[in-house]
């Protein structure tokens, strides 16, 4: 029996245009210890059928009977994985033929490091990707945004089972991002400064299908990273980062205040607890304070001379809108 040292997962549904140039891709590694597990989600087209013409013996066809989705899927490839480096891969992309070599190297040369992404290009542009390399700078990254190409990352197995972690369901189609949020809390992560996978954008892939709630998902995800310098948020802090994290307006002076002295206590918190970069997290959170005061003065209706009064902020702004603020308080308020 095979002991591949890398698995490949490959969950896939109805990708009969791209899966040939996905698997080949997987093949001609210049890594070649592998299996390559291949999900099929019950496709309705001919999928199966050109994934049954691959006769190499690294290949693990599993045909489920009954489809029960994407993180179904890659919680099984997980399970039953021999490889103790775990790389993701979908069917309609192309991984470059030196992408698991390099990011073996990394993970071997770096066993503090539990995940690694690689830089990508969409297909079809010269556009690249370039996610953020460093640990810390992608975890304050997260903040913001998933800074890591689902399809290009490589795992370490045994960091996942010894911590329990695998895809959460409840967080599809945000699941990849919501498991990131999870593993920096507790482990390092780092990107390959290299364009390593193709990454096919088309109609039909999920983030374009299920957006909105892509969305929403993936604004839980920030509120967690948010709140991760706090030893035991409140549903109050919650609530805070929340609102933050959706861009919400504050209606008068005294939430304003509340909410600038609440991120204030925020970057106290990191500054005892060191989850994030000082530095970096100040930088954070004094934009947060910089758009929560922006949109409160500048697209305030009711502009008076006692709110001119109240108006401390000024380095958030720049002197041609002071001059116009401070106009309208003056001359247009009721």
Not at 97 to 121: A, E, F, M
Not at 167 to 172: K, T
């Given at each position: 029996?095979?002991?591949?040292?890398?698995?490949?997962?490959?969950?896939?549904?109805?990708?009969?245009?791209?899966?040939?140039?996905?698997?080949?891709?997987?093949?001609?590694?210049?890594?070649?210890?592998?299996?390559?597990?291949?999900?099929?989600?019950c496709?309705?087209?001919?999928?199966?059928?050109?994934?049954?013409?691959?006769?190499?013996?690294?290949?693990?066809?599993?045909?489920?009977?009954?489809?029960?989705?994407?993180?179904?899927?890659?919680?099984?490839?997980?399970?039953?994985?021999?490889?103790?480096?775990?790389?993701?891969?979908?069917?309609?992309?192309?991984?470059?033929?030196?992408r698991?070599?390099?990011?073996?190297?990394?993970l071997?040369?770096?066993?503090?490091?539990?995940?690694?992404?690689?830089?990508?290009?969409?297909?079809?542009?010269?556009?690249?990707?370039?996610?953020?390399?460093?640990?810390?700078?992608?975890?304050?990254?997260?903040?913001?945004?998933?800074?890591?190409?689902?399809?290009?990352?490589?795992?370490?197995?045994?960091?996942?089972?010894?911590?329990?972690?695998?895809?959460?369901?409840?967080?599809?189609?945000?699941?990849?991002?919501?498991?990131?949020?999870?593993?920096?809390?507790?482990?390092?992560?780092?990107?390959?400064p290299?364009?390593?996978?193709?990454?096919?954008?088309?109609?039909?892939?999920?983030?374009?299908?299920?957006?909105?709630?892509?969305?929403?998902?993936?604004?839980?995800?920030?509120?967690?990273?948010?709140?991760?310098?706090?030893?035991?948020?409140s549903?109050?802090?919650?609530?805070?980062?929340?609102?933050?994290?959706e861009?919400?307006?504050?209606?008068n002076?005294?939430?304003?205040?509340?909410?600038?002295?609440?991120?204030?206590?925020?970057?106290?918190?990191?500054?005892?607890?060191?989850?994030?970069?000082?530095?970096?997290?100040?930088?954070?959170?004094?934009?947060?304070?910089?758009?929560?005061?922006?949109?409160?003065?500048?697209?305030?209706?009711?502009?008076?001379p006692?709110?001119?009064?109240?108006?401390?902020?000024?380095?958030?702004?720049?002197?041609?809108?002071?001059?116009?603020?401070?106009?309208?308080?003056?001359?247009?308020?009721?």
């Amino acid at each position: 029996m095979r002991n591949p040292l890398v698995t490949v997962i490959m969950p896939v549904y109805n990708c009969e245009k791209h899966i040939a140039d996905a698997i080949e891709s997987i093949l001609s590694q210049t890594y070649a210890n592998l299996e390559l597990i291949i999900i099929d989600d019950c496709s309705t087209d001919h999928t199966r059928q050109l994934i049954g013409k691959y006769t190499d013996d690294r290949i693990v066809f599993i045909k489920k009977e009954k489809n029960t989705g994407l993180v179904s899927s890659l919680n099984l490839g997980i399970k039953i994985s021999k490889g103790g480096f775990l790389a993701r891969m979908d069917g309609d992309d192309i991984s470059h033929q030196t992408r698991l070599s390099k990011q073996v190297r990394l993970l071997t040369s770096n066993p503090d490091i539990v995940l690694c992404g690689t830089w990508y290009q969409l297909s079809g542009s010269n556009e690249i990707i370039k996610n953020p390399v460093e640990h810390e700078d992608i975890k304050i990254s997260l903040l913001d945004h998933c800074v890591l190409g689902h399809p290009s990352v490589m795992f370490r197995k045994d960091f996942l089972t010894a911590n329990e972690l695998t895809y959460d369901d409840s967080f599809y189609p945000a699941e990849d991002y919501e498991l990131w949020t999870r593993i920096s809390a507790i482990g390092k992560i780092a990107n390959i400064p290299e364009v390593l996978l193709w990454y096919r954008t088309h109609e039909n892939q999920v983030s374009n299908k299920e957006q909105s709630i892509q969305l929403t998902k993936s604004y839980q995800c920030k509120v967690r990273m948010m709140c991760y310098p706090l030893s035991s948020p409140s549903q109050s802090d919650i609530s805070r980062s929340a609102f933050i994290v959706e861009n919400g307006g504050v209606s008068n002076l005294s939430e304003l205040q509340e909410l600038v002295s609440w991120l204030d206590r925020l970057s106290d918190a990191n500054k005892q607890s060191s989850f994030y970069d000082e530095q970096k997290f100040q930088k954070y959170i004094n934009n947060k304070k910089r758009q929560i005061i922006r949109k409160f003065y500048l697209h305030s209706t009711s502009y008076s001379p006692s709110v001119l009064f109240s108006f401390s902020c000024g380095s958030y702004f720049t002197a041609n809108e002071l001059v116009k603020f401070t106009l309208k308080c003056i001359f247009f308020w009721k």
